[in-house]
């Protein structure tokens, strides 16, 4: 059973910007522990691009930080990821992911500390 589901991904140029949105039932996201996108590109590691604990507080992929954007709205009901100035690599699957137990922490940006996915929605960035 689905429990996240992201949107927005599309084609786009280099430079162009998206944003993504991560939707889950019920209120899973508003009492999630902590929420997280990652990546994934052909033939590539999973990756974790930003994350948004249940404080409030975010962090990011240090290479990714100055075009990347996580957030909440205000009723906790969406996770968005901004992503401006795409580059041809940032091509790639994109994920959102939820922490909603607790268990064992194995720290950002480590896929295992989420229990939790959606589908993925592609992201393709041409030159």
């Known amino acids: 059973q689905v429990q996240l589901v992201e949107s927005g991904g599309g084609s786009v140029q280099t430079g162009g910007s998206l944003r993504l949105s991560c939707t889950g039932t019920?209120?899973?996201?508003?009492?999630?522990?902590?929420m997280a996108w990652f990546r994934q590109g052909p033939g590539k590691e999973r990756e974790g691009l930003a994350a948004?604990?249940?404080?409030?507080?975010?962090r990011y992929a240090d290479s990714l930080r100055d075009r990347f954007t996580i957030s909440l709205d205000d009723a906790k009901t969406t996770l968005y990821l901004q992503m401006n100035r795409l580059k041809p690599e940032d091509t790639a699957m994109y994920y959102c992911a939820a922490r909603t137990s607790i268990g064992r922490w194995f720290g950002w940006p480590s896929r295992e500390s989420y229990d939790t996915w959606g589908q993925g929605t592609q992201v393709a960035v041409s030159s």
């Open positions: 019920g209120d899973l996201i508003r009492n999630a522990h902590d």
């Open positions: 948004i604990g249940s404080d409030g507080i975010s």
